[in-house]
């Protein structure tokens, strides 16, 4: 038996001619054709195993009997597996505890079984048993992988998910600069406008509305107010002037009024005493010469 890694004849251990003469799939009569291929467990010793009909070089005519080849299924052979795949291959035997959770989902899976699992967050496993030619379970075949793609798309949420706040906060800091320059400003401008009308009672002042929005609107419905009150205070100013004017006029009339009556008063007295002045003369009697 020639030996795949070096040009030296290898011995095979007679447990497996063993194994090859008890199992008959191996070998073909005169009427078969095609092949089978599997793994063949002999002394917990495992091999690629392929045998084949030996036919003529039309593929016609009876078999002359059957070739088989085969390979260890060994430490470099599953080395040249991971070299060729990029993966971490190992083949575990059925009686590894390690593997108790894999056995039992493996085993009653009806399905083709295989089992995954994240051993952590930079490897990932999965499991699958692996039968001879007769179908007994020969042992567990661990395929494992560095998580790279997950790292790679947990990286790139946790890059989303940054993205996203600090778009998110840009634009709140937008909405609050925007609600400042043409909501907030303008309200505490209006405001502080009206408490100075307040304090100075200064009716004259106007508001500078820009632009087309409510409180532009509103600023100049408050400026239409304040033209009508100063509107108003001016005619109230100039009825209270001209109703003073006019008490004034009354009061000086009322003066006026007032010496005249006393003047009547005592022009009538003085008209009374000469009244009474001449009866008292005609009252008299003449004095005698």
């Not at 003469?21 to 009427?31: G, S, W």
């Not at 195993?49 to 080849?69: C, K």
């Not at 009150?229 to 009339?253: N, Y």
Request: neutral net charge.
């Amino acid at each position: 038996v020639l030996n795949g890694n070096s040009t030296n004849d290898t011995n095979l251990a007679t447990s497996f001619y063993s194994t090859i003469l008890r199992n008959k799939d191996f070998f073909f009569d005169f009427t078969q054709t095609g092949y089978h291929t599997g793994i063949v467990n002999s002394n917990n010793t495992y091999y690629i195993v392929s045998s084949t009909p030996i036919l003529h070089s039309n593929n016609e005519g009876a078999s002359d009997g059957t070739l088989i080849v085969g390979r260890y299924l060994d430490a470099n052979k599953i080395q040249s597996f991971e070299n060729i795949t990029q993966l971490y291959i190992e083949a575990h035997p059925l009686s590894n505890s390690i593997l108790k959770n894999a056995e039992k989902t493996l085993f009653t899976s009806y399905e083709k079984p295989v089992y995954c699992k994240p051993i952590n967050s930079s490897y990932i496993a999965g499991y699958s048993i692996v039968d001879d030619l007769q179908g007994h379970p020969v042992f567990i075949l661990e395929v494992g992988s560095n998580r790279a793609v997950y790292n790679q798309g947990v990286g790139m949420t946790q890059n989303l998910m940054i993205a996203t706040l600090f778009i998110i906060a840009v634009f709140i800091i937008l909405i609050i600069l925007i609600i400042d320059r043409f909501v907030t400003a303008p309200l505490t401008k209006l405001t502080n406008s009206i408490n100075e009308i307040r304090e100075y009672r200064d009716l004259s002042k106007k508001f500078q509305a820009k632009g087309n929005d409510e409180i532009a609107v509103l600023e100049n419905k408050i400026d239409t107010m304040l033209t009508w009150l100063s509107k108003a205070w001016m005619q109230k100013d100039k009825t209270e002037l001209s109703l003073e004017k006019k008490v004034d006029e009354l009061e000086r009339f009322k003066k006026i009024t007032i010496d005249r009556e006393i003047r009547m008063v005592e022009l009538k007295k003085q008209i009374d005493d000469l009244k009474s002045g001449v009866r008292d003369n005609r009252e008299q009697p003449p004095e005698k010469a």
